[in-house]
Structures are given as structure tokens and as C-alpha cells.
């Protein structure tokens, strides 16, 4: 119990310092995963014209991701789904478990509702396909490794879909949330990311973090994007035309 509190506290504390070191310029770490040579040269060519982002390296499967995500220690890893060995779904819930601090952003051709379903239980704070425009990947970067989350359009409807689903299985949570709960879920559905929700509401960022854990626990989701989905089906927050962006 010891060595998991002491591992606990060294990622909490190693994933403060990397949000001290973003917010003093430095730049996004970029993990590329993708069995497609030409595609992942694509993708490293698009994101070196953003300066404040970089590509730390490159893997072709689930399993040399993870061991360049322990090496590397990314912010933001785009990760494909279907690649021969570890495909990226179970690679996204091995690098979920193990580094908290890193997110996923699901990159890949596949539009239909198995994979995007399947991919946010695994943990991905992100599903673009591959034909979004190159401004939209770079700005879902950017707010990845900010703490927020980005979901095609096009595929809101099937997360809508699965969680009107969970709504004849599961009773209803999130009637005892305090106003400052129902706010924070408020301010996560315009896109508000960590840093943005302590300003509004005039907390510390870590307060913000601690609140945003404890919330996603009482309403059983496993993070940001679930959390909104949720509130969204419940009326907790009110239904926007497309899934919020910032």
C-alpha cells in the first residue's frame, strides 16, 4: 500500500510540474502511433508547421507505444486503432492505467459505433477520424494537452445514443451534486479546461483537479468527456447543438 501511494503521489506530482513547464512555453510532446509509414510522415510534417508542438517519436503498434510512452513520457499520444500485435484500444487502456498523465486522441478511419465506443471506455480523451481538417487536429492537441477533449462532430449521436442506453440500466446520479459540481459540469460542457475553471470560479488548480476526481467518481464516469455526455443525457447541463469545443 505504501509503494502505491508513493507511486500515486510521484505521478501527481510529476504531472504538476509538466503543467508548470506548459504554462512557462514549453513545448507539447507529441507521440505518433501508426502501422502506416506514409501516414505517420504526414502527420509529423503537419505538426512541425506548429511551433508550439513537437513529435518526440513514433510507434507502429500498441506495444512499442508503450514502451515509447514510458520512455518518452508524452503529453498527447495520437493513437490508430487497427495495428497488427496491440491494437491501439488495448494500448490506450494500458497507457491510461499506467500514466495518468498522458492523453489519448483517437486518430483513426473508423467512424462506426463499436470502435468509438470502445475506444473512449478504453480511456481516450479524443476520437477525430482521419479526414478532419489539419487545423482541427492541431487545435485538438493543443486542448488535450490542456486537460479538455475533442470529439468529431459527426459523432456525437452515437455517444448520445449509448448513454440514453445506460439510462434504462443504471439509476439516475447526480441529483445530490452541490452547486459548485453542477458549475464545474457547466463550464466543462463550454470546453473549459483546469486552468480556466479555477479563474472562473477563483480556486487553485489543484483544488479544480481534486473537485473535477471526486465528481467524476459520484456520477461513475472515468473522465472529462464521459462526465459532459453524461450530464448532457441527464439534464444536468443543457443540451448544446454540437459536442462543446474551445
Do not use: C, W
Not at 499520444?77 to 486522441?105: C, F, K, S, W
Not at 473512449?120 to 487536429?137: D, F, H, Q, T, W
Amino acid at each position: 500500500m505504501n509503494g502505491a501511494r508513493s507511486e500515486q503521489s510521484r505521478t501527481s506530482d510529476g504531472q504538476a510540474e509538466r503543467e508548470r513547464e506548459m504554462g512557462n512555453g514549453r513545448r507539447i510532446r507529441v507521440l505518433i502511433v501508426d502501422d502506416h509509414d506514409l501516414f505517420r510522415e504526414g502527420l509529423r510534417q503537419l505538426i512541425e508547421t506548429d511551433p508550439a508542438i513537437e513529435v518526440v517519436g513514433e510507434a507502429a503498434n500498441g506495444q512499442d507505444a508503450l514502451k515509447m510512452v514510458a520512455e518518452l513520457q508524452p503529453d498527447v499520444v495520437l493513437m490508430d486503432i487497427n495495428m497488427p500485435g496491440m491494437d491501439g484500444i488495448r494500448a490506450t487502456e494500458a497507457i491510461v492505467q499506467q500514466y495518468r498523465h498522458v492523453h489519448v486522441l483517437m486518430l483513426t478511419m473508423y467512424d462506426d459505433e463499436e470502435y468509438v465506443l470502445h475506444a473512449i471506455r478504453a480511456g481516450a480523451r479524443s476520437y477525430l477520424v482521419k479526414n478532419s481538417k489539419p487545423e482541427e487536429l492541431l487545435r485538438a492537441i493543443h486542448v488535450a494537452a490542456e486537460g479538455g477533449a475533442t470529439i468529431d462532430p459527426d459523432l456525437a449521436p452515437i455517444l448520445m445514443r449509448e448513454y440514453q442506453r445506460l439510462l434504462t440500466k443504471a439509476p439516475t446520479r447526480g441529483q445530490d451534486l452541490s452547486d459548485r459540481e453542477l458549475t464545474m459540469l457547466r463550464l466543462l460542457a463550454q470546453g473549459y479546461n483546469n486552468r480556466q475553471i479555477a479563474d472562473a470560479l477563483n480556486l487553485a488548480e489543484s483544488t479544480v483537479k481534486n473537485n473535477l476526481s471526486a465528481l467524476f467518481q459520484k456520477l461513475g464516469v472515468r473522465d472529462r468527456t464521459q462526465a459532459v455526455i453524461y450530464a448532457i443525457s441527464h439534464g444536468l447541463v443543457p443540451r448544446p447543438t454540437d459536442v462543446p469545443r474551445r
